[in-house]
């Protein structure tokens, strides 16, 4: 694939056509408001990120094109990613003109963050060509994408964006069944919710939720996930770490009103799943490795919010 169209010019799209554009593809982008000023915008964000490597090249921004008419924009595309408002109506509306205006094989993905796929392909009549590639705001910094399939997308569509995707640097995860929200809002919504119940009931202060996860998880996790974590943190490995601590999240989900997820079966099959994940490295270099990653992870963090309040202080 070396041809993209970007409808809809706001934040995810644009954050979509630098993605593409800097991993060498030509992006060609479409919006129903004639908005002149996304190429200076991304332009900006390019310069921005100049130094990290996740500018592109000399010629990233020169690879992307505005069009007026979505005939244009789509023109040759071989992948077209949706970014309009969630909106039911609008989104039935916008991919019915897309397969208009694209070619039979060209593949469509939509970046709603809410709207089940199923609802979405209601408007479809290639629905073998489509799927949800939703995002992480802003995909540009974030590369983690999940992808929602139907039972009418082909495999071969499935097949073809996964490798896409993986091309232009973003790490792609494949949802099973759709189910409202998508994984990544389920999870934030999750511990969301519990921020803002712990805030109600006066046990949080508002100003002192961020800290809690700058300071705290959102260090570990910038370098080791959740799982590994616990494998790391109990001497048998995760399985051990659940029969240990596990009881801590039954009492939330109860206390919430929520049933507990966490069983010995449960326990066991997951233990059995991640075998081979953490199996290959031993656990002392590990634990070196998170150390290491996380010290230079907190001097990075320090650095940078030096530069910008020049105390080193922030809200989070």
């Known amino acids: 694939m070396k041809n993209i169209g970007i409808v809809g010019q706001g934040i995810i799209g644009s954050s979509w056509a630098l993605v593409f554009a800097r991993a060498g593809l030509h992006v060609r982008i479409w919006s129903r408001e ?10 900006a964000t390019i310069a921005a990120l100049t130094g990290t490597g996740l500018d592109g090249d000399a010629d990233t921004l020169a690879r992307i094109s505005l069009h007026e008419t979505l005939d244009e924009a789509l023109q040759g595309a071989d992948f077209i990613q949706e970014s309009v408002p969630e909106d039911l109506a609008l989104k039935h509306d916008v991919l019915s003109r897309i397969e208009a205006a694209a070619a ?10 809410g709207i089940l796929p199923s609802r979405l392909i209601e408007a479809m009549a290639r629905p073998e060509r489509f799927l949800v590639v939703h995002p992480l705001s802003p995909p540009h910094l974030l590369p983690i ?4 399939t139907t039972p009418q997308t082909s495999p071969a569509t499935l097949e073809v964006v996964t490798e896409l995707l993986v091309a232009v640097g973003q790490r792609p995860v494949h949802l099973h069944k759709e189910i409202p929200g ?69 009492i939330v989900a109860r206390s919430r009103g929520g049933e507990p997820v966490l069983n010995p079966a449960f ?50």
């Open 267 to 316: 326990i066991d099959d997951l233990a059995q799943a991640l075998q081979p994940v953490f199996a290959n490295k031993d656990p002392a270099l590990r634990r070196a490795q998170r150390d290491r990653g996380i010290g230079e992870l907190r001097a990075a963090r320090a650095r940078i919010l030096a530069d910008a309040d020049g105390d080193g202080t922030t809200s989070g």
């Open 104 to 113: 039979a094989d060209a593949i469509i993905a939509s970046s709603t963050s």
């Open 182 to 250: 998508f994984a990544l809002n389920r999870i934030l919504g999750a511990m969301m919710n519990e921020c803002f119940a712990l805030v109600r009931d006066g046990i949080l202060r508002p100003q002192d939720v961020d800290p809690l996860l700058t300071e705290g998880f959102g260090l570990r996790w910038g370098i080791i996930g959740p799982l590994a974590a616990m494998d790391l943190n109990a001497p048998g490995g995760i399985a051990d770490y659940l029969r240990r601590y596990g009881g801590i999240y039954e």
């Open 145 to 148: 994408t999940e992808l929602c």
């Open 34 to 43: 004639k908005e002149k000023a996304t190429r200076s915008t991304i332009g």
